[in-house]
């Protein structure tokens, strides 16, 4: 005898009520097991959620507003905390996202009367794509991913925590996600801040719990996935599953094969299409969620030292054309390559016998292309004393290789 059994079983009568009628219904059966996982699985979540919004200070939420994204606003609105400030939503613009993704941001911003903080490339306004485009260069992406994801991505994600003050960050990832996320629990520690929480109270749910729920409640989710797209991050990379869009979530319910994105490890098939990390391998993240993450660009290079900074491009022009010989480095105190060399040319401008010079030119692009030979980052150039400037083209940035070049 089982307790509050499902209402499928019936026991029966006798030997002769079995044989003349179904004691078993088992779609009822399973309908109604879903619905008790789906049940457990809410109040779980809401456990953990009440957990991170009242145990810790200024709970952040990072919405990107996928399935799982759409199901934790949800909860957090049953749970009043959109309205009584325990849980700010924070988004990251990345300046390459599907227009309908900002435009869904207003529609729940109205549907839960909330107002999401919103973080983008640093030193550029939100919404500003030109602005962006001119500081750090509309192919970034394709010149170098991993910048990208730092600029784009990464810093502003930080930027924005930190800004919020938060002790503990909500996120969507599942364990149905695939291997990377197979482990994940409901409370880890992020490698932000030396020991900020994460809470992941999706941690256990597959993508079919997800979508389940959107279709209980009637959760607004995002418009694409109505156009086949299972995941929707940047445009720039992100395609339907299938490709052919022939599965797709309308009106809450599934057209086409829902395998295609409810297999396990499905549902981000459809992400980072045809991006590679640096050793070759496929990529997988953005970087947000993976150890070194807080490792990020706040602050300047050269800031102490014998490198001295040129303030503006009037300034850079008349260094051209002083008459002396001098040494300008043109940078971005987010590329790695920058960074890799802040050192040894710090070393070399200590007895270079010369001005060494610095020019940030992410913020004068159009300046730096045509006066100082700059396409990309660090450009080291010899100024000499007739105002020629020459480049300095090899990726050999130590003092020794600097000296004899000069």
């Given amino acids: 005898f089982v307790q509050n059994a499902p209402r499928a079983f019936a026991p029966a009568k006798s030997a002769l009520s079995m044989a003349e009628e179904a004691v078993f219904d088992q779609e009822a059966f399973n309908a109604e097991g879903k619905e008790m996982r789906l049940k457990y699985l809410e109040e779980q979540a809401m456990y953990a959620l009440k957990i991170s919004c009242e145990n810790y200070d200024n709970a952040v939420f990072p919405n990107a507003m996928i399935a799982g994204d759409v199901v934790i606003t949800h909860l957090l609105h049953r749970l009043g905390y959109l309205n009584d400030g325990k849980c700010t939503i924070m988004c990251v613009d990345t300046f390459h996202l599907f227009p309908e993704t900002m435009e869904f941001l207003k529609e729940i911003e109205a549907h839960y009367d909330f107002k999401a903080e919103v973080f983008c490339a640093e030193g550029v306004d939100v919404a500003d794509k030109d602005g962006y485009d001119a500081k750090y260069g509309a192919d970034l992406w394709k010149e170098d991913i991993e910048q990208y994801d730092k600029v784009c991505k990464v810093e502003p994600f930080q930027r924005g925590l930190k800004t919020l003050n938060t002790e503990c960050m909500i996120n969507g990832?599942?364990?149905?996600?695939?291997?990377?996320?197979?482990?994940?629990?409901?409370?880890?520690?992020?490698?932000?801040?030396?020991?900020?929480?994460?809470?992941?109270?999706?941690?256990?749910?597959?993508?079919?719990?997800?979508?389940?729920?959107?279709?209980?409640?009637?959760?607004?989710?995002?418009?694409?996935?109505?156009?086949?797209y299972p995941s929707i991050g940047d445009a720039k990379d992100t395609i339907p599953i299938p490709e052919d869009g022939s599965t797709k979530f309308v009106d809450f319910k599934f057209e086409g094969e829902k395998a295609a994105w409810l297999e396990y490890a499905s549902e981000r098939k459809g992400r980072f299409v045809g991006l590679e990390n640096k050793d070759g391998s496929t990529k997988t993240e953005c970087g947000i969620h993976v150890a070194g993450a807080e490792q990020t660009f706040d602050r300047d290079l050269w800031e102490e030292g014998a490198v001295k900074d040129i303030a503006s491009s009037d300034d850079a022009?008349?260094?051209?054309?002083?008459?002396?010989?001098?040494?300008?480095?043109?940078?971005?105190?987010?590329?790695?390559?920058?960074?890799?060399?802040?050192?040894?040319?710090?070393?070399?401008?200590?007895?270079?016998?010369?001005?060494?010079?610095?020019?940030?030119?992410?913020?004068?692009?159009?300046?730096?292309?045509?006066?100082?030979?700059?396409?990309?980052?660090?450009?080291?150039?010899?100024?000499?004393?007739?105002?020629?400037?020459?480049?300095?083209?090899?990726?050999?940035?130590?003092?020794?290789?600097?000296?004899?070049?000069?």
């Avoid at 913020?363 to 480049?391: I, M, Q």
């Fill in 317 to 406: 022009l008349e260094i051209v054309k002083s008459g002396k010989p001098s040494i300008i480095t043109v940078y971005a105190p987010w590329c790695q390559f920058c960074q890799g060399m802040e050192e040894e040319y710090a070393a070399f401008a200590a007895e270079a016998g010369v001005d060494v010079y610095k020019f940030r030119g992410d913020e004068e692009r159009e300046f730096v292309e045509a006066n100082l030979n700059t396409k990309s980052f660090p450009t080291v150039n010899v100024v000499k004393a007739d105002g020629t400037v020459v480049k300095y083209d090899s990726e050999d940035r130590t003092v020794d290789a600097f000296k004899a070049f000069l």
């Fill in 173 to 228: 990832r599942t364990r149905w996600q695939g291997f990377e996320r197979a482990w994940i629990d409901l409370f880890e520690n992020a490698p932000i801040g030396g020991g900020l929480a994460k809470c992941n109270p999706l941690a256990y749910w597959t993508l079919e719990d997800t979508f389940d729920y959107i279709a209980k409640y009637n959760v607004p989710h995002h418009p694409l996935h109505a156009q086949g």
